[in-house]
């Protein structure tokens, strides 16, 4: 029996958003009933290395870490937090995995950005930000260095998806197709579009979270059974299986 929740798209950006609070008490009751628990990337708005010491960085990684006390927790990067690596998995006691990533139940998982691929522009960057060379080159610099430049790409980021059509930012059918047969997989999982939704082929479902905006999103998977929750952010946090008890 596995049990999992999967959720992505946070965007942490404050503690004293409500998004916060409310990430602190999920994973806090879901690590209480899942075997594992797997972040698939854009938990924080801005992650610019693993020894950012502000309050945000150190409350998140604090949280983590007693959830991982009571559950495995694994994190795979977004395209705003690819520069976690070693000393981020050490504050959070959570293990990085690659994107893609399958289960050993053969559940798929990615961040999805690399099947936007209608969006050649942000592929191109992705490929440039991912190089090891820039993550030299970036992980270098000074923290406050880091910090201005974090605050240039969302700036950056915000400017160029407000000129570019809808359905450029939406994942590719084809990538997905090729992705999927890939794999044996007949589940995928997958955020960064912030589409939620639940897609059924003939041969595979696809799940999509959604950010957290006005509610959270997570899906939970109970052995074979996957669901799609979402839950308004603003009030604590209620985990469905309580609810259901
Ligand atoms: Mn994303």
């Given at each position: 029996m596995t049990r999992r929740v999967y959720i992505s798209d946070?965007?942490?950006?404050?503690?004293?958003?409500l998004r916060f609070l409310r990430f602190r008490e999920c994973i806090d009751a879901e690590s209480r009933w899942a075997d594992e628990i797997f972040?698939?990337?854009?938990?924080?708005?801005?992650?610019?290395?693993?020894?950012?010491?502000?309050e945000l960085a150190s409350q998140a990684c604090a949280a983590l870490k007693e959830a991982s006390a009571n559950t495995l927790v694994y994190v795979m990067h977004g395209n705003r937090d690819f520069l976690a690596g070693g000393g981020f998995a050490e504050r959070t006691g959570a293990q990085l995995i690659d994107d893609p990533y399958v289960t050993d139940d053969n559940v798929l998982l990615t961040?999805?950005?690399?099947?936007?691929?209608?969006?050649q522009e942000y592929q191109r960057l992705r490929t440039l930000l991912r190089s090891t060379a820039w993550r030299a080159e970036t992980l270098a610099k000074s923290l406050e260095e880091r910090r201005a430049f974090g605050e240039e790409m969302r700036e950056a980021s915000r400017a160029t998806n407000a000129n570019?059509?809808?359905?450029?930012m939406d994942v590719n059918a084809a990538a997905v197709s090729q992705l999927l047969s890939d794999t044996s997989a007949t589940v995928m999982i997958h955020g960064?579009?912030?589409?939620?939704g639940m897609h059924r082929s003939s041969t595979a479902t696809r799940y999509v979270l959604g950010a957290w905006e006005r509610c959270g999103w997570l899906v939970r998977q109970d052995a074979a059974e996957f669901a799609l929750e979402c839950f308004g952010l603003r009030y604590p946090y209620r985990s469905a299986v309580e609810a259901q008890r």
């Open positions: 946070l965007h942490l950006e404050s503690v004293q958003d972040v698939l990337g854009d938990l924080f708005e801005m992650w610019i290395g693993d020894d950012d010491d502000d961040h999805g950005d690399a099947l936007c691929t209608d969006d570019k059509a809808a359905n450029i960064h579009t912030h589409r939620p």
